[in-house]
């Protein structure tokens, strides 16, 4: 599976932005859809996920009611719609594809990686 991560930017606190992710290969194999977050010194961790075939969602505690994961028509795209975005929201953002979906999920989990986006908020 590949995986085309775009969409970050610099943005003041309080904004938004959409990052989107283009899924390509054994889309099939591995369908269930992650965003991650790695921030300076910091470890990689769970942000959003989607499953592909129920439609169902999950957040980390830290992004609920203020992120939107979602899918395009065309399921191989995803979204990671962030509104109100914090200065602590700043990281590179990561798409994921896994083969499963579970209630907690952690990098090691995923099977394939994108290339990060730079997310900026500034304060």
């Known amino acids: 599976v590949q995986l085309q991560a775009s969409g970050g930017g610099l943005v003041q606190a309080g904004g938004s932005l959409r990052l989107s992710c283009k899924a390509s290969?054994?889309?099939?194999?591995?369908?269930?859809m992650y965003w991650f977050r790695q921030a300076p010194g910091k470890e990689r961790v769970f942000v959003a996920a989607h499953h592909r075939w129920n439609d169902v969602s999950r957040y980390a505690d830290s992004v609920k009611g203020r992120f939107t994961i979602s899918r395009g028509n065309d399921k191989d795209w995803v979204y990671l719609r962030m509104n109100a975005l914090k200065p602590e929201d700043t990281a590179v953002y990561y798409c994921?594809?896994?083969?499963?979906?579970?209630?907690?999920?952690?990098?090691?989990?995923?099977?394939?990686w994108g290339k990060g986006t730079q997310v900026t908020v500034s304060s």
């Open positions: 994921a594809a896994s083969g499963i979906f579970e209630s907690e999920m952690e990098a090691s989990d995923m099977n394939y």
């Open positions: 290969g054994n889309v099939y194999g591995y369908p269930h």
